[in-house]
């Protein structure tokens, strides 16, 4: 309607700007009275266009008020509920098949931390279910609780109970608890975001499968590019390599450096160096001497980790929804000496005791379509030579400490695994395993590992 | 050991960066804060326009940047819920977090669509806070950039002026633009379309886009040529004029879907750096747009 008013308006004034020939009088009169008409069309647009400026407002007003609306009523409705903790649980299974018998399961040249080292068992078996609980606790603290299930059943074990700091600042966090450490790569993660259905043979022998500080852990950040982590960790307690000490004081220690970075768009890695610190004392195994029989022997004294790791991972542009390839790998180290207490229960002889015991593994996981990934894995262990006081000394033979005979371990392990979606897995692994000195493990996982709940953020 | 702490002491001493330091999870957000901050802001951004948004890795490099931001711009309601959370964790910055004036989120500034009724992941990638790809919208850009101006101004005041004077200007020109936009996209009101993943609805609801199908058959979940054949059949009477896909996606079921059909397959830049032409917001939209008219000739 206004731009036909417009129109006749532009058509009068091209009338009224007509160049005047007769009867002037007339046309001067015509040209008043559109004059007139003019004016007061103007002041009638103007006024319509008032009225419309304000409608719009209008308008804006209804949907801004709208989007309020909605907002609001997206809303949960206040409870107590409301504070609820992010809750996930991981369930998992295997088929497993071995061809050697998973009781006897032992690395050569290395002493055995427990009976978790090993696969569990044969056949169908459920893994360890996990149940987490995270939320923040006020501004200043976040906790995060794991409990695991063993399936053998012996209730249930505090896999992770720990706080920490959520505005230290100045890049600094500290942890305080129970918590992963943060030594290494795969130590950090928990063994649902595994590549593989278990861990590497050196974390087995050395970490006695992952490391866990009952104590507190300070990390710090520097405000670079480039990625630059300190991290400084003091614990009590027992796990392995260290013992119980029922002391006041620090019985582990870890340090660890790792720096990591971008490689243009399409890659990106992280590097570092650890040192895990103890001194176990009475930390006892299971032998068998030159007689046949069963003796328990006990290590004491100070006990040196370094690891060195390293990840690279790549994907077109940066998007690995399509292809990527990971490739891995961390270096052990460990020197230990001290003493060594032969059967602690009966003849009760001490000596010395010495050992640097190294190991690796490798590996490369390539997703070569969406949701499929393939991978390969190697492992190596090297007990060096054991120097053992008791022998040297000709009081026992090498025969009387069989478990630490001179071996190095070997593992090659195939992985296929399929992700549907980010919640669930399904993994077939294949690994020819030569953990023992006298045998040849073939073995073989089905597997599947789903999580429920919360949505956890996985580390790089 | 002295060679450490000597490092360490001059890693200490770097000089604290006088401008306002944003890390921005997209690139929207990135260059959004850029028109608003000029050269008063130091912008990092995290993805690139061909990285999916939902799956980033804390890699690295990000716990690095987020250490040093001032200011993070998200889009939330959950799209980056896989790798955001750990970044503020790892970080070990406290501006940073929840509840903190140092995080903001876009998807708060904007009525959401696609609110679900029903949360259960058999549902496929849903999230319940809506759908997250609001920037397919330029209106939402500006009720995002009004609210991310004002943050901005909180965050650095010494500088607020500056901000609000760059987004007067702005936000002017991108109404032009949106004018114009509009005037273009006039054509494509009520034109029926199939898009890959659900990331459209935004766009869908400003050009009056009539969206007839998705492909995949859950938010997140890939079609298998079986579940395509069928759904080429039950679209057929809505005859689609083409099939929408994001730059950052595989084209291999739009593109199935579009020679079976015979309808082209679009491929939108969806974000900045999506494609040569989607170098800032402008180049964004009048990209999108120009391929969308493009289309139905």
Redesign the interface.
């Known amino acids: 309607m206004n731009r036909t008013s417009i129109a006749v308006l532009a058509a009068s004034g091209l009338l009224a700007s007509l160049p005047a020939s007769a009867a002037d009088a007339d046309l001067n009169a015509l040209r008043d009275e559109i004059r007139q008409l003019r004016d007061s069309y103007e002041q009638r647009i103007a006024a319509l266009e008032a009225r419309l400026a304000q409608a719009e407002n209008q308008a804006g007003a209804a949907e801004r008020s709208?989007?309020e609306a909605?907002?609001t009523a997206?809303q949960k409705p206040a409870s107590e509920a409301a504070f609820n903790p992010g809750i996930y649980a991981i369930l998992s299974g295997t088929y497993t098949r071995l061809s050697q018998d998973p009781r006897h399961y032992s690395i050569g040249g290395f002493v055995p931390p427990g009976d978790e080292i090993g696969p569990r068992r044969r056949g169908f078996g459920v893994g360890e279910s996990e149940i987490g609980l995270s939320a923040?606790v006020d501004?200043l603290f976040?906790g995060q609780l794991t409990i695991s299930l063993p399936p053998e059943g012996g209730g249930a074990e505090v896999e992770e109970a720990y706080i920490?700091t959520?505005?230290?600042?100045?890049?600094?966090?500290l942890k305080a608890g129970r918590f992963l450490s943060g030594i290494g790569y795969l130590n950090g993660q928990h063994p649902h975001s595994w590549d593989f259905a278990d861990a590497p043979l050196v974390y087995k022998a050395m970490l006695g499968g992952q490391l866990r500080n009952d104590g507190v852990q300070l990390?710090?950040?520097?405000?670079?590019?480039?990625?630059?982590?300190l991290g400084a960790e003091m614990a009590s307690g027992g796990p392995f390599p260290s013992t119980d000490r029922n002391s006041n004081g620090v019985t582990v220690g870890t340090l660890s450096a790792?720096?990591?970075?971008?490689i243009g768009?399409s890659s990106?890695?992280?590097a570092g160096v650890s040192l895990l610190a103890t001194s176990p004392r009475d930390r006892a195994y299971d032998d068998t001497n030159a007689a046949g029989a069963d003796v328990t022997n006990a290590i004491s004294g100070r006990s040196r980790t370094w690891v060195a790791d390293a990840v690279w991972?790549w994907a077109p542009?940066?998007?690995?929804?399509?292809r990527n390839l990971v490739l891995q790998g961390e270096y052990f180290h460990r020197h230990e000496s001290g003493s060594l207490a032969y059967d602690v229960n009966g003849a009760g002889l001490a000596g010395d005791y010495a050992s640097r015991q190294s190991g690796f593994y490798a590996q490369a996981v390539y997703q070569f379509m969406?949701?499929w990934r393939i991978g390969y894995r190697y492992d190596r262990l090297d007990s060096g030579t054991t120097s053992i006081g008791l022998e040297k000394s000709g009081l026992l033979s090498a025969a009387d400490f069989p478990v630490l005979a001179s071996y190095r371990p070997q593992r090659n392990s195939l992985m296929l695994d399929w992700t549907?979606?980010?919640?669930s897995r399904l993994r077939l692994q294949f690994a020819r395993d030569q953990s023992r000195p006298d045998a040849t493990d073939n073995q073989l996982w089905l597997q599947y590992i789903v999580s429920l709940g919360a949505?956890g953020?996985?580390?790089? | 050991m002295r060679f450490l702490i000597l490092v360490l002491a001059s890693l200490l001493a770097l000089p604290a960066q006088a401008a306002l330091n944003v890390f921005a999870t997209v690139p929207e957000w990135g260059a959004l804060a850029r028109e608003i901050g000029g050269d008063k802001v130091d912008v990092f951004t995290a993805t690139g326009g061909l990285q999916d948004p939902h799956h980033i890795q804390a890699r690295p490099s990000l716990i690095a940047r987020a250490r040093n931001a001032d200011l993070l711009v998200a889009t939330g309601a959950e799209l980056e819920i896989g790798w955001l959370p750990l970044l503020q964790r790892e970080s070990g910055n406290p501006r940073i977090q929840t509840g903190q004036p140092g995080l903001f989120e876009a998807a708060r500034q904007v009525a959401m669509k696609d609110l679900p009724t029903r949360l259960d992941r058999a549902e496929g990638d849903i999230h319940p806070g809506g759908n997250p790809h609001i920037q397919t919208d330029p209106r939402n850009i500006l009720a995002v950039g009004a609210a991310l101006t004002e943050r901005m101004a909180q965050l650095a005041p010494a500088d607020a002026s500056v901000y609000r004077a760059n987004w007067k200007a702005f936000s002017e020109r991108w109404q032009a633009a949106i004018a114009r936009w509009e005037k273009q996209a006039a054509p494509l009101r009520g034109v029926p379309v199939v898009v890959q993943h659900k990331a459209f609805p935004y766009l869908e609801d400003w050009l009056g886009l009539k969206d007839v199908a998705a492909l995949e058959p859950k938010p997140g979940v890939e079609a298998s040529v079986a579940y395509l054949g069928t759904l080429l059949g039950r679209v057929a009477g809505a005859a689609p004029r083409m099939v929408l896909v994001a730059a950052y996606q595989s084209p291999q079921a739009a593109e199935w879907f579009g020679r079976e059909a015979k309808v082209p397959v679009v491929v939108v830049p969806f974000t900045i750096g999506g494609n040569e032409r989607a170098k800032d917001l402008f180049g964004l939209f009048d990209d999108t747009i120009d391929r969308l008219v493009g289309a139905l000739k």
């Open positions: 709208a989007r909605t907002v997206s923040n501004q976040r920490q959520l505005g230290l600042g100045h890049g600094a966090t990390k710090w950040l520097a405000p670079t590019d480039l990625m630059v982590e790792h720096l990591g970075g971008d768009v990106n890695w992280r991972k542009n940066g998007n690995p929804t399509e969406p949701r549907p979606t980010e919640f949505h953020a996985h580390r790089y």
